[in-house]
């Protein structure tokens, strides 16, 4: 039996919708959700998302990576938030989105419908995002927790985090400020490749040290801002990567 299923949904933005993939795990209960989103290029099938939605979704935690083009930060924070409020339709969170997918995903019996529902009372969302769409899951975060909304994020997860363009570590307080003014109580997680150009590694650990928030950094040896590294394939990159990311979830989720 797989341990997972996914269908392709749709989000609300607008006049517009934003494509989305859930990722449902099956056979246990689920009581912790991820939203993830792609970087200034690609989508959400950019193999990295993929492969980390697939593997916290066979770990039993709910996936929800989505699709937003464009390269401004702002109309990207608007789409994230746009997902985020899509998931707040009911008390029980992702209800109606999980809904959907149970009824278009197989025949069940009344019964057998009822019981998938009680799988799905979700207890905590983390949001996250590679390069800029790691950028806007921080200013998402930092939004509602400024909102002291009720149903606030549980954590985030920035994958290569862009923390300032190619040669220009000077923008690195601008980049930082959303996530300077996260809480104490968010946990939050950087992976980094050792070798990102786009994220010094001297100013990332400072950060670190500076934020209010609970942060830590997976370092990837020898990883670029794509998190390659010369001499070891994808598949082993990303088998680490997935690893840390659950274990950090099953640390904050419990």
Not at 42 to 69: E, I, P, Q, W, Y
Request: charged share 20%; hydrophobic share 40%; net charge positive.
């Amino acid at each position: 039996m797989d341990k997972f299923y996914e269908e392709a949904v749709k989000v609300p933005f607008g006049a517009k919708h934003l494509d989305a993939v859930l990722c449902v795990p099956t056979g246990s209960v689920t009581r912790s959700g991820v939203i993830l989103t792609h970087g200034a290029g690609g989508d959400m099938n950019f193999c990295h998302l993929v492969s980390l939605a697939h593997s916290l979704a066979s770990s039993g935690f709910l996936c929800l990576r989505f699709t937003c083009k464009g390269l401004n930060l702002v109309y990207r924070v608007r789409a994230y938030h746009a997902v985020w409020v899509s998931k707040c339709l009911s008390s029980a969170l992702w209800f109606n989105m999980i809904n959907l997918v149970i009824i278009a995903s197989c025949n069940v019996s009344p019964q057998e419908y009822l019981k998938s529902l009680q799988r799905f009372t979700l207890k905590h969302i983390f949001v996250g995002g590679r390069s800029m769409g790691g950028r806007a899951a921080a200013a998402l975060a930092r939004q509602l927790s400024d909102a002291e909304s009720e149903d606030a994020v549980q954590g985030l997860i920035c994958l290569s985090f862009p923390l300032h363009p190619q040669g220009q570590t000077q923008a690195h307080q601008q980049r930082s400020a959303d996530l300077r003014g996260l809480p104490e109580h968010m946990p939050v997680l950087f992976v980094s490749g050792s070798e990102d150009n786009m994220c010094d590694r001297v100013l990332l650990q400072r950060l670190v040290k500076e934020m209010k928030a609970q942060s830590e950094v997976f370092w990837l040896n020898g990883g670029n801002h794509g998190l390659r590294v010369p001499g070891r394939t994808e598949e082993s990159i990303l088998e680490d990567v997935n690893s840390r990311v659950i274990t950090w979830m099953r640390k904050w989720a419990a």
